[in-house]
């Protein structure tokens, strides 16, 4: 019997489907939450241009009131926890502000 054989482009292309997945279910998370916190998320990078790889991680910038910025950090660490994809987490409060005007042109979550 024949052994089937999953090449290493395969099991990459295959993660990058699940990540994808999984970033669009972060994303619905992070959408319900935001309004209820005065904020929003802003989603950027690889998954807003549909070119997340094996290896990427989903990025968000968070804007919220200075006492909701806690909870909502938590909010979306605990969401990409349960999704198992690592996040990279930007607070506009302490960001530069040439950073977040870049970025605050990707998928506002709010």
């Known amino acids: ?3 089937a054989v999953t090449t290493l482009n395969e099991r990459k292309a295959a993660e990058a489907a699940r990540r994808k997945a999984a970033a669009g279910r ?10 209820p916190l005065g ?22 910038l968070l804007d919220f009131p200075p006492e909701r910025t806690g909870e909502a950090w938590r909010i979306a660490e ?6 198992d994809l690592p996040v990279d987490l930007h607070d506009a409060r302490t960001s530069r502000p040439s950073f977040v005007a870049r970025v605050a042109t990707g998928l506002v979550l709010s």
């Open 1 to 3: 019997m024949p052994v």
């Open 26 to 35: 972060i994303v619905t998370n992070l959408h319900s939450a935001a309004a």
């Open 39 to 60: 904020g929003r998320y802003v989603v950027f990078g690889s998954y807003v241009v549909d070119a997340m790889r094996f290896d990427s991680d989903l990025d968000i």
């Open 78 to 83: 605990d969401a990409a926890a349960s999704a």
